[in-house]
């Protein structure tokens, strides 16, 4: 097993019994206590995890909606990596896409360089930084700033989209559950996506294999109303595309 899908197996069972013993971890995943207590360190460090006396528990991060975005970057990459690079496959010269502020979607910068004439909207200040001295055009939505996402919303951003006609909307999202609900804890940015997905000809929702089964408060939209889901791992047979 390699580290990160440890990692991930050690946070999934920390969703279930919410604290677990280190030795007890050790024996479930078949590895050495100095081995859990590394993977623990490394959790630690990015904020999934607390570490109690005699064990370990989920974080005050770790189980809640609210995971600020520089954490959101760090945890699950690789399953990130692989759905943005999927995503950017679709992309043709001369495309113009709008990007949310999702980290899932973020990631998908590296692989825009393989494109010619790409024009990109957002409402993401981190897009926009990452994007600075490429040859992409960048628009940005405006409105009110968002710290704990480094993103913009409210009603400038609406208006701004309202003009905008895109060929992709790439987008993410807190939870997708087993019925094809797409949800968020966000009110802003719920309504901020819910007019990006009028705008696009195509919209994809990128959603990682930890997503599958949530919900949350504000509803975006459901599975049908988007052209597809790209994760890295299969979905089950309840939740239906276009």
């Known amino acids: 097993m390699l580290q990160y899908e440890r990692q991930d197996e050690i946070l999934a069972k920390l969703e279930q019994h919410k604290t677990m013993n280190l030795s007890v971890l050790a024996k479930e995943l078949f590895v050495s206590e100095a081995t859990i207590r590394r993977d623990l360190n ?3 460090k990015i904020g999934l995890v607390k570490r109690i006396y005699g064990g370990v528990t989920l974080s005050k991060y770790a189980s809640s909606s609210e995971l600020p975005l520089s954490l959101r970057e760090q945890d699950r ?28 979607v973020q ?11 790409l024009t990109v909207i957002t409402n ?13 055009r960048v628009f940005c939505t405006g409105g009110r700033f968002i710290p704990r996402n480094r993103a913009f919303a409210g009603p400038a951003a609406i208006n701004m989209l309202k003009d905008i006609h895109a060929d992709y909307f790439f987008f993410s999202s807190q939870g997708l559950s087993l019925t094809g609900e797409i949800s968020d804890f966000s009110e802003e940015e719920t309504a901020l996506r819910k007019i990006m997905l009028t705008r696009a000809v195509k919209r994809y929702f990128l959603c990682d294999s930890a997503k ?7 509803k975006l ?10 994760c890295n791992t299969e979905l089950p047979e309840s939740i239906k595309v276009k």
């Open 212 to 218: 599958i089964g949530q919900s949350f408060l504000f």
């Open 124 to 136: 993401s200040l981190k897009v926009i930084d990452r994007l600075d001295g490429t040859d992409i």
């Open 77 to 104: 990459r690789p399953q990130k990596d692989l759905i943005a690079a999927k995503a950017a496959e679709l992309l043709h010269d001369g495309d113009t896409l709008i990007m949310d502020a999702s980290s899932t």
């Open 42 to 44: 490394t959790l630690e």
């Open 221 to 230: 939209c459901d599975s049908t109303e988007v052209d597809g889901i790209i």
């Open 107 to 117: 990631n998908m910068i590296p692989y825009l360089s393989h494109y010619q004439g």
